[in-house]
């Protein structure tokens, strides 16, 4: 009985949310789209905050909403965080955690607040007001008060949106950690593709209320008819493991299935798992092996389709290494001065110091 399963109507002026889909019951889903395409709308049907939804929402074989069940928003074992941390301003820390937990019924709810204090290191500010917090730290003052309650669904409503560049990147490992750590299932909304790329194992694409893409994020990314118009971004999602690290020159092996990729050392220690993200910009495809060259990264591949890009000049090329599927964006005349075609055997090249 894993699994998000969800069927839902709701109408609201001249917006309609039109939705049915499956998601798995584990692991981080993103859900991306358009400004006004009903992520919010969605996630508040979820939570049981529209009470005229129709439909249904089973979740790990809880039945939440269907024909005969509607369970209040307080009966839904959700945690919520919205863009802005909605803290009791009154309370510190310690109280604003507390305040969740207490209503809790699980018998473990006293290591489920120690986990969540630990995950989101937030033990140094128990005693503050939210006022003597910055943004980031609220926010994960928040995230952890959602986690402290062991929910059996967390939704993530663009936590970082409010954040600079700065702190958001302060707070993508400390989620980074719930992704890998957590079996809690998670909803992540976000209009950053690099999050979403970081954090999801898969892809909700809504558009006009509508799911229009629903699937893993690596083969979703990963097809030459990208889901949204992700201009710069299009590119592939690669789960590694940290090989070795090479201390002379400060980089870093990573292992995937079908081979090696060299990247800066980011301190990550060997043995960790490390998702990167590979844009389809940073790939170059050669006929011959390369030789004297700068970059360090030369992986046999095969054309495995090609596909007209957002600028006419421009092609998309899918190309396959073992089993993983790589993108390269590149030029028509390069293209054609190489002969590419489905089934030729190339080699692509990938910058090392282009690897996020
Ligand atoms: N409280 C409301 N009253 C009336 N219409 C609303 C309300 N909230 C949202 N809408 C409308 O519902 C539609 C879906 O909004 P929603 O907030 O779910 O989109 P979204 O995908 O989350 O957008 P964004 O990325 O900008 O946050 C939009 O047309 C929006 O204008």
Known sequence: MEGISVNLRFKRSSFTLNVKFELPGKGVTGIF?????????????????????????????????????????????????????????????????????????????????????????????????????????????????????????????????????????????????????????????????????????????????????????????????????????CGIVLDTVVGAIEEEWSMARLDFSDGVIWTLDRGIPIGSKNRIVVLAKDVSVTADRPDQTSIQNALLAKVDGIAEDEHPGLLLVRLKVGKTFFLSRLTKRASSLLGLSQGKEVWIQIKSVAIK
């Not at 500010?125 to 006022?131: N, Q, S, Y």
Request: hydrophobic share 35%.
């Open 33 to 233: 789209g358009p400004s006004g395409s009903g992520k919010t709308t969605l996630l508040r049907c979820l939570a049981g905050l529209e009470k005229n939804s129709k439909g249904s929402v089973i979740v790990n074989g809880n039945v939440w909403q269907d024909e005969k069940i509607r369970l209040p928003a307080f009966k839904r074992s959700i945690g919520y965080v919205f863009q802005e941390a909605n803290l009791f301003r009154h309370l510190n820390v310690r109280e604003n955690l507390m305040y969740g937990v207490e209503r809790s019924r699980s018998a473990e709810k006293e290591s489920h607040l120690r986990r969540a204090i630990e995950s989101l290191d937030i033990g140094p500010l128990l005693d503050r007001r939210p006022d003597h917090l910055s943004g980031g730290e609220r926010q994960r003052v928040a995230i952890a008060r959602s986690l402290a309650v062991n929910p059996s669904l967390l939704l993530l409503d663009e936590p970082l949106a409010s954040l600079d560049s700065v702190r958001k990147k302060e707070i993508l490992p400390y989620l980074e950690r719930i992704h890998l750590e957590s079996r809690i299932p998670v909803l992540y909304v976000s209009h950053s593709h690099d999050e979403i790329a970081r954090l999801s194992d898969h892809l909700l694409i809504l558009d006009g209320g509508s799911v229009i893409r629903n699937g893993p994020i690596a083969s979703t990314l990963s097809g030459l008819n990208p889901p949204v118009n992700l201009g710069e971004n």
